[in-house]
C-alpha cells in the first residue's frame, strides 16, 4: 500500500510539473489575457555568435517566460500577495494610497510642484499664447482654456506622507492661473470646481480604483463646459439635461482603468458610482458651434458619450496636439497630414484642455506651432524653443527631472542647462541655423560682444534689447548672402 501512495504521489507530481505546458500547447482552460499594455517578445534569431556571448540563451529564456502555462493566472497571484501585503503595484507609474486608494505618480509630482517649469518659461509661453489668441479672435475664432481636474487635487487627504515629502512651493497649476489672470484668454478652472463641489457630491468625481473623472463627474464637468463655450461663441449651444440613470457597484467606462491594469486575482471593494442619463434639448435658437479641442485621454470619456456631435456641429480632437479623432478611428491620422492653420481657421471655438498631469506640458506644441506660422518675422528664442522640445518628450523630461532631484537644483535650472547642452550639441553636429535668434544666443554669450553692442545702443539712444536685435538681424543678412552669394 505504501509503494502505491507513493506512485500515485509521483504521478500527481508530475501531472502538476506538466499541467502549465499542456495548457500552453493545448490551451485548455481559457485564461483572461492580461490587461495594459503587453510588450511580446519575439522568437530570437540564432546565430554562432548570440549562442557563444549568452544573449541568445537569455532571449529565448525570456521568450518562453512570456509563453508558460497558466501565465495570466500566475501573474496575477503574484500581484495579489504583493498589493495585498505590501501594498506593492507592478502597473508602471501606479502608486496606492491610503486606504488603498489609486494614484498615478504624474499627479501627484504635479500637485507637489515637482515638474515645475519656473516663472521665466511660463511667461513666454503665455506671450506666444496671448499672441495666438489675438490673432485667431481677429479671424472671429475664439482660443479657450480649460484646466481639467486631477486626482491629487481631489484626494489630497489619501496620498502617503512619503509621496508628499519634499512637496515645493510653486506649483505650474498655480502659474497657469496667475499668467491667465494677466492676459485676456477665457479660461475655465474645473480643477478648483470640482475641489468645492467635493463635499457636496453624493458621488465621488474620482472613483477610488481609477484616475479620470467618474462617469457622472464627466456629465457634471460637460454642462458646466457647454455654459462656458455658449458664453464665449454667443451661439446659445444645445443644453444637456442630466437625469437620474443607476446608482450600481458595476463600475464603467474608466472608472476602474487603474484597478484594471494591475491585474490582480480579486478586485478591491469600492463604493456605489452613479450613472446618469442625459439628453440634449435644441432651443429655436440654438446655433452649433465649431468646435477644435485639444486635449487628453480626459476628452474621450466626453467622445465617445456622443456629446460633441450633440452639441457642436462637428467631432474635431486633436489627442496630444497629434492624433486626430474620431477619423484615426477608420484610418490613422495626425495632425502632420494636414494644414493646421487652414483647420483652426475654420472653427469657431479653439478649446485647449488640459488635466494636472500635464499641466507642464500645457496644449503640447499646439501654440508654438501657430505662434510660428502667424509670426515668421520674431526673433527665435533657442533656449525657450528647445526647452519646449523637451518638455513635450516625456521621456526626456522625465530624466531631466530625476537628474534635477539628484543635482539638487531647480527643474528650471535643470531644464535650462539640458536646452543648452542640446543647442551645443547641435551646433557641433552642424544642425543649427544661423539665422537672428542663433545670433543673439552668441552674442548674450559673448562679454566683449555684448559691451560693444551696449555702446552703440547709447550712441543711438535706443534700448540695449533693440541693438541686439539690430545686430543679430544683421549678422543674419551676412550670413545668408555667404550661402546664396
Not at 493566472?73 to 505590501?86: A, P
Not at 486608494?101 to 503665455?126: H, M, N, P, S, V
Not at 467618474?214 to 458664453?231: H, I, K, P, R, W
Request: zero cysteines; a neutral charge.
Amino acid at each position: 500500500m505504501a509503494g502505491w501512495r507513493k506512485n500515485i504521489l509521483f504521478i500527481g507530481i508530475l501531472l502538476i510539473l506538466f499541467l502549465p505546458l499542456l495548457q500552453q500547447k493545448t490551451g485548455f482552460l481559457k485564461l483572461v489575457s492580461l490587461a495594459g499594455d503587453q510588450i511580446s517578445t519575439a522568437i530570437p534569431s540564432f546565430t554562432l555568435k548570440s549562442w557563444a556571448e549568452g544573449s541568445f540563451q537569455y532571449a529565448y529564456d525570456k521568450y518562453l517566460e512570456e509563453r508558460i502555462g497558466f501565465r495570466p493566472w500566475l501573474v496575477r497571484m503574484k500581484n495579489q500577495i504583493e498589493f495585498s501585503l505590501f501594498r506593492k503595484t507592478n502597473a508602471s507609474g501606479v502608486v496606492v494610497g491610503k486606504k488603498a486608494y489609486l494614484f498615478e505618480k504624474d499627479y501627484i509630482r504635479a500637485y507637489t510642484g515637482k515638474d515645475y517649469l519656473g516663472d521665466w518659461f511660463w511667461k513666454q509661453k503665455f506671450r506666444r499664447m496671448e499672441l495666438v489668441h489675438d490673432t485667431l479672435k481677429s479671424l472671429g475664432v475664439e482660443l479657450a482654456l480649460v484646466l481639467e481636474p486631477g486626482k491629487a487635487s481631489y484626494y489630497p487627504e489619501y496620498i502617503r506622507k512619503r509621496d508628499m515629502k519634499n512637496a515645493l512651493p510653486n506649483t505650474n497649476y498655480q502659474t497657469i492661473l496667475d499668467n491667465i489672470e494677466a492676459v485676456d484668454i477665457p479660461a475655465l478652472d474645473l480643477n478648483s470646481l470640482f475641489v468645492k463641489r467635493k463635499s457636496d457630491s453624493s458621488f465621488p468625481h474620482f472613483p477610488k480604483g481609477g484616475i479620470h473623472w467618474s462617469y457622472s463627474g464627466m456629465l457634471e464637468a460637460v454642462d458646466t463646459l457647454l455654459s462656458f463655450a455658449d458664453n464665449i461663441t454667443q451661439k446659445n449651444i444645445p443644453d444637456v439635461i442630466i437625469k437620474n440613470g443607476e446608482v450600481t457597484k458595476s463600475l464603467r467606462d474608466t472608472d476602474n482603468d487603474l484597478v484594471e491594469i494591475l491585474n490582480l486575482v480579486f478586485t478591491p471593494p469600492y463604493s456605489e458610482m452613479h450613472y446618469p442619463e442625459f439628453e440634449f434639448r435644441l432651443l429655436s435658437d440654438s446655433i452649433k458651434p465649431r468646435v477644435l479641442t485639444i486635449s487628453d485621454s480626459f476628452f474621450f470619456n466626453i467622445l465617445n458619450a456622443g456629446i460633441p456631435g450633440k452639441a457642436f456641429a462637428n467631432e474635431a480632437f486633436w489627442y496630444y496636439s497629434k492624433k486626430i479623432y474620431p477619423d484615426t478611428w477608420s484610418e490613422p491620422r495626425d495632425t502632420s497630414m494636414i494644414n493646421i492653420r487652414k483647420e483652426v481657421e475654420s472653427m469657431d471655438l479653439i478649446l485647449i484642455m488640459v488635466t494636472e498631469r500635464f499641466y507642464y506640458k500645457m496644449a503640447w506644441n499646439f501654440i508654438e506651432v501657430l505662434y510660428k506660422s502667424y509670426y515668421p518675422e520674431h526673433i527665435r528664442d533657442y533656449s525657450y524653443d528647445y526647452q519646449a522640445r523637451i518638455i513635450t518628450d516625456y521621456k526626456w523630461f522625465d530624466l531631466v527631472v530625476k537628474d534635477a532631484e539628484q543635482r539638487s537644483v531647480t527643474l528650471a535650472q535643470g531644464l535650462k542647462e539640458h536646452a543648452a547642452y542640446q543647442i551645443w550639441k547641435d551646433e557641433q553636429d552642424g544642425l543649427l541655423v544661423k539665422d537672428a535668434g542663433y545670433y543673439v544666443m552668441k552674442i548674450r554669450k559673448d562679454s566683449a560682444w555684448l559691451a560693444k553692442i551696449e555702446q552703440k545702443a547709447k550712441l543711438k539712444g535706443i534700448s540695449l534689447e533693440e541693438q541686439i536685435e539690430l545686430e543679430a538681424k544683421w549678422m543674419e543678412s551676412q550670413e545668408s548672402k555667404t550661402r546664396n552669394p
